[in-house]
């Protein structure tokens, strides 16, 4: 079984930027993808960028260029840098993994950028 458990939140100013971290607990090796996802209130999650197990990585337009979704090869940990930041990027960012057809969730982690 995988556990997730997000860190890295944070208030920041618009235009900073925040590390956001996934550790991954369990058999992080029967990972295929994973994921970040991001929810603001009166909305679903949407997703933000993914990352495949051969390293292939994917971005919603609007955080291509500033986002950067990687992952430890030792550990699995998964990371989002997130730069250039900006009032709308806030939320809460969950973390997503899908392990041997198991949907996995961590409890989120909160952004806040605001001036």
């Known amino acids: 079984q995988v556990l997730l458990v997000e860190s890295g939140g944070g208030s920041v100013q618009p235009g900073g930027s925040l590390r956001l971290a996934c550790a991954v607990s369990?058999?992080?090796?029967?990972?295929?993808?994973m994921s970040w996802y991001r929810q603001v209130p009166g909305n679903g999650r949407e997703l933000v960028a993914s990352?495949?197990?051969?390293?292939?990585?994917n971005y919603v337009h609007f955080v291509k260029g500033r986002f950067t979704i990687s992952r430890e090869s030792t550990n699995g940990t998964l990371y989002l840098q997130m730069n250039s930041l900006k009032p709308d990027d806030t939320g809460v960012y969950y973390c997503?993994?899908?392990?041997?057809?198991?949907?996995?969730w961590g409890q989120g982690t909160l952004v806040t950028v605001s001036s």
């Open positions: 990352l495949t197990t051969p390293g292939i990585a």
């Open positions: 369990g058999d992080w090796g029967s990972i295929d993808t």
């Open positions: 997503y993994a899908l392990s041997s057809g198991r949907k996995v």
